[in-house]
């Protein structure tokens, strides 16, 4: 079963735009939501994240928006470069049990 | 720091071979993940370790894997035999354990092809 799930699978933006990725969740019990970005041949790595607390974290171009209500987190990406792209992966957790991951969404950013 | 240090980095092995993954994960790090990652399936965590004990290998696959941490500086995946459907990239991670919400720091993975 699928405890966190991203949409959409694929994202291309052009330079400069906004990429937005979704994530959705099941377990109200999870209180960190954290993103990782993946670039090719490489292993994750933190990105950003998110406690339940607040409804908006801002690092830089990176944003994630929170909706408690509607059990769904969002990352935004500002002023896309090429260099952001890269497979985002939103995952979830309950204190320190481990990461929920979901699939993962390519960003494909064009000059 | 040199980060989680996974090898091999590429293993091409046949159907029938055992083949042993490798992983060094961060000093001072008490807790190391082995994940499997494939385009249909995504991120799949196999087993976790916390201070070199095993605490959840609901996620290997069946009898054929098998993991240990013989101390707090290697860890092994090993799978006998293998089958074209092992075929993926394993990622060893690891993370100090110290706060609630420490980042998992991922090694490069070994992408492991069974022909």
């Known amino acids: 079963q699928q405890q966190v799930k991203q949409s959409p699978q694929s994202l291309i933006v052009q330079k400069g735009g906004i990429s937005i990725i979704n994530c959705a969740y099941e377990?109200?019990?999870?209180?960190?939501f954290p993103w990782y970005q993946q670039f090719p041949g490489k292993g994750p790595a933190l990105l950003i994240a998110?406690?339940?607390?607040?409804s908006e974290k801002k690092e830089g171009r990176f944003t994630i928006s929170f909706n408690k209500s509607a059990k769904q987190f969002s990352l935004h990406i500002m002023d896309s470069q090429p260099g952001d792209s890269a497979t985002y992966f939103c995952?979830?957790?309950?204190?320190?049990?481990?990461?929920?991951f979901g699939k993962g969404n390519q960003v494909v950013v064009i000059p | 720091d040199a980060g989680v240090i996974q090898s091999p980095r590429h293993e091409v092995t046949e159907m029938g071979q055992e083949v042993t993954l490798r992983c060094k994960p961060i000093?001072?790090?008490?807790?190391l993940f082995w994940y499997r990652q494939t385009m249909m399936r995504g991120l799949e965590l196999l087993i976790y370790?916390?201070?070199?004990?095993?605490?959840?290998d609901s996620g290997m696959p069946e009898d054929r894997f098998s993991a240990k941490m013989p101390n707090a500086s290697f860890s092994t995946l090993k799978i006998q035999p293998s089958e074209p459907r092992d075929s993926a990239v394993y990622f060893c991670?690891?993370?100090?354990?110290?706060?609630?919400?420490?980042?998992?720091?991922f090694g490069n993975g070994t992408r492991l092809t069974v022909t």
């Open positions: 995952a979830a957790k309950i204190g320190n049990n481990r990461l929920a």
């Open positions: 000093s001072g790090h008490n807790s």
């Open positions: 370790f916390n201070n070199n004990v095993p605490i959840d």
């Open positions: 998110i406690r339940p607390d607040v």
């Open positions: 991670a690891s993370h100090t354990g110290d706060t609630v919400n420490s980042p998992l720091h």
């Open positions: 377990n109200t019990a999870f209180d960190y």
